[in-house]
């Protein structure tokens, strides 16, 4: 063994890429995107901001959204005019359990991202991937190799 | 011929856990400089005692895209 290490995601990106990983990772938790996005009328929201993301601005549109749902509950990532990447989940459930739900998927759009990132640059970089799967908890497993003279 | 492996766990908080396995010395920091820059930032990293070996020579481009552009 080389070296051991934890890294913690920066991720600096453009609205396409993050839309495409909110898409998988909505899909793979069980919510499907909304076309049409109706206002729920008395319902608990709660708004979450990921410091750890930023979304680069790629034109002048400032009202990139896109919107998932699930059993009542709709979750709203968007950007903000200071390129923030938001969360704003939404329904008739406690603010608890809307904040749990909120920051799980976020969390599954950032492993998402992450993942297709990591795959991408190491092969770009030479490396081939031996093996992908899932591992306990929802972890992706992922062992890739180079070949080195 | 000698394999360099990386295995990566991708917690699903997008945190990454990597062990680099087969380069030794800079090869390895190299490895872990590249991880970095695509992942973002090294919380913690602990090199074993293959670290420390005769060096592997690694060769990586040192830019890396990181916006999509039209």
């Known amino acids: 063994m080389g070296s051991t290490i934890v890294l913690v995601p920066l991720i600096i990106t453009a609205w396409p890429m993050i839309a495409a990983s909110v898409t998988a990772a909505a899909v793979s938790a069980g919510f499907h995107v909304m076309k049409v996005v109706k206002k729920q009328k008395k319902t608990e929201s709660i708004d979450l901001t990921m410091d750890n993301m930023d979304v680069v601005a790629e034109s002048l549109a400032h009202d990139d959204k896109i919107t998932v749902a699930r059993e009542g509950v709709e979750v709203t990532f968007s950007r903000d005019a200071q390129g923030h990447f938001k969360t704003c989940v939404e329904g008739n459930l406690a603010r608890d359990e809307l ?4 920051e799980d998927l976020a969390g599954r759009v950032i492993q998402s991202y992450i993942h297709k990132r990591l795959s991408q640059e190491l092969q770009n970089h030479g490396f081939v991937t031996l093996e992908e799967d899932k591992g306990p908890e929802d972890t992706i497993r992922l062992t890739v190799r180079r070949y080195e003279e | 011929m000698k ?4 295995e990566i766990e991708i917690t699903k908080d997008g945190k990454v856990h990597a062990t680099i396995r087969g380069a030794k010395g800079k090869g390895c920091a190299s490895y872990a400089k590249l991880l970095e820059q695509i992942v973002g930032r090294i919380q913690s990293q602990q090199p074993t005692a293959e670290f420390y070996e005769p060096d592997t020579v690694v060769q990586i481009k040192p830019t ?3 916006r999509q552009t039209k």
């Open chain 1, 99 to 102: 904040k749990k739900i909120g």
């Open chain 2, 3 to 6: 394999n360099h492996d990386i």
């Open chain 2, 64 to 66: 890396i895209e990181t």
